[in-house]
């Protein structure tokens, strides 16, 4: 069984980029979308209903901004919007779903934006207290006996192996020293970062590039896309592959899959 995460940094501009050959080629069971930027009904052609697929949307309310989305091939039920915290996810930033694999055994996922800090103080200040809901959210998911995937953008690289300038970037958002640790906690309580397992020591595979210089050209990135297993997927996983030529074609970030036995 296939699972990828993609943030396509708007969906119908990828569209007209390729997407639709790239998804193909990749051939997931699950599709985890992030920043699709549009309601359905704004979508070309059949796109809001996709052939073969099941598809739930859950978009920000501010047009053209944020959002995220889950696919898949088998039929599925949504399990939730937003952390469970009471507070209403308006960025569409929390999306999660059961299906099951193709031996009908159920699997959960969960498509995750997290925010991003960059572009102000303001930004920043919402991104870590969102960090904060998400880590309590996180440990509900973690204990169940049901296979479950989060993946998503998390707009934090977790180590030095995950970021290409990393001496030039320890004062950037989504490289903070305390960001980082949060994200390491994530992983103490039981949380397995696949991706990286299944690479090893090495720097990257990198998931997003920034288009100033020849960052692109010369896999100069960051890996901030992630697909993290609990106890009961992590006994499943079989391999990862991070699809760079993808990501080049149609977004600024790479899709990132995992193979689960069935």
Known sequence: MRITTWNVNGLRAALRKGFAQHLEQIAPDVL???EVRAFPEQLPDDWA??????ATWHPAVKPGYAGTAVWTRNPHKVLGKGLDDGIEDTEGRVLRVQTQDPNGKPVRVASVYLPSGSSSEVRQ???ETW???FAPFAAGLRTARTPTLIGGDLNIAH???DIYYAKSNQ??????PHER??????LDTGWRDVVREHAGDVDGPYS?????????????????????????????FASATTHREAGLACSDHAPVSVDLED
């Open 171 to 176: 004062k950037q958002s989504g490289f903070l």
């Open 208 to 236: 997003w590039w920034s288009n100033r210089g020849q960052a692109r050209a010369k896999d100069r990135g960051w890996r901030i896309d992630y697909l993290l297993a609990n106890p009961a997927a992590g006994k499943r």
């Open 125 to 127: 200040e919402a991104k």
């Open 181 to 186: 640790a949060w994200f390491g906690d994530l």
């Open 32 to 34: 985890l979308l992030q």
């Open 131 to 133: 960090m904060q809901r």
């Open 49 to 54: 209903a996709p052939d073969g697929w099941h």
């Open 159 to 161: 180590t030095e192996r």
